[in-house]
């Protein structure tokens, strides 16, 4: 039997209970795209496994524990990372407690199932000077350009790029986050945006002013600075299309590697930059939870291990007795 990555990708399943589970995904829970696609192939790569091992597609209320012990040998089989198998069960943990919610099983048979534990991987980030670097990275590819191209440059990508690093930075969002923002979301005046998280929880975070200035500094650019519902960032200047994430990684792509920076480093490591600067600067973890969109605090929690080793080695290096 193959194991689940060999497989590009995982056929769409009849099967009405996934089906009303991934409807109540997008619908009720407002689930990101990445979210519901990661749910539906974790799910559909149940059904698939299922189907073929036991020679019938599962039925959700008479499986056992046993199953799922089953198919977790064969992940672990597969060569998937331990993150990758807890992704897996996730989605399966959540289908059961759907399932439960609607009557179509009475208990789940994942409850307490020993997976095995993540391994502990702390969030890279960059540093105050590598941020400072990146923030200044559009605007020195632009005065390249203007000296070595003939052709018209349009500032407004450049200064809308600017902008959006900075906003990613400032109020530490992620990057479905700040495709979502309209005009309205920001309270120029309290210096505070509107952020539309996961589940469709909203928050209100700070945005400091050099991030508001390159957000006007961008709009002023434009033939008609966006109001109401409409996006804060395009993804051209011709259109009032938004900005989209595929888009917003391949231009930090860009501007890492002029900074000569990682360019593997993905929009979501801003975030993590943005979690330990508070950190370090002595923000306590609960506002820091709270600032990020955090459900739990175990998972801001994360980010005082960075912390803590950086106080071990200045201690070490410091004191006298170390």
């Known amino acids: 039997m193959s194991s689940p990555e060999s497989r590009a990708t995982v056929y769409e399943v009849h099967d009405k209970w996934i089906q009303k ?16 696609r990661n749910y539906r192939q974790a799910l559909s790569e149940f059904f698939r496994w299922h189907r073929q091992e036991r020679r019938q597609p599962p039925a959700w209320d008479t499986l056992q524990r046993d199953d799922f012990r089953s ?17 897996r069960f996730c989605a399966l943990r959540s289908f059961y407690k759907f399932l439960i919610r609607r009557g179509g099983v ?8 020993a997976l095995p534990k993540m391994e502990k991987r702390l969030p890279k980030f960059l540093t105050a000077q590598q941020m400072l670097d990146l923030l200044n990275a559009p605007l020195k590819e632009l005065a390249a350009s ?8 349009d500032e407004a990508l450049f200064l809308r790029d600017v902008a959006i690093l900075e906003t990613i930075y400032s109020c ?15 309270h120029w005046g309290e210096q505070m945006v509107r952020v539309r998280g996961k589940g469709k929880k909203e928050r209100l975070v700070p945005i400091g002013a050099p991030a508001l200035a390159a957000i006007q500094n961008y709009w002023n650019k434009l033939a008609q600075p966006p109001s109401g519902d409409l996006p804060v960032f395009f993804a051209n200047t ?21 900074a000569e920076l990682d360019p593997h480093l993905t929009p979501h490591k801003l975030r993590h930059s943005y979690a330990t ?46």
């Open 238 to 258: 011709g259109k009032l299309k938004p900005m989209y994430p595929r888009l917003v990684q391949l231009r930090l792509k860009r501007y890492l590697e002029t």
């Open 21 to 36: 589970f991934l409807a109540h995904l997008a619908a009720d829970r407002g689930a990101s795209v990445y979210t519901q």
């Open 106 to 113: 009475s208990s789940s048979p994942i409850k307490n199932l």
């Open 172 to 186: 530490g969002l992620r990057i479905s986050e700040l495709c979502a923002l309209v005009a309205e979301d920001i």
């Open 277 to 322: 600067h508070l950190l370090d600067a002595g923000a306590d973890l609960r506002s820091v939870q709270e600032l990020l969109g955090h459900a739990h605090l175990v998972t801001t929690q994360v980010y005082t291990h960075l912390t803590t080793d950086r106080l071990k080695k200045t201690y070490d290096k410091a004191h006298p007795r170390a």
């Open 71 to 87: 198919y977790l040998r064969f992940l672990g089989r597969g060569n998937l990372s331990r993150a990758a198998i807890q992704l």
């Open 146 to 153: 203007k000296q070595n191209s003939g052709t018209e440059i």
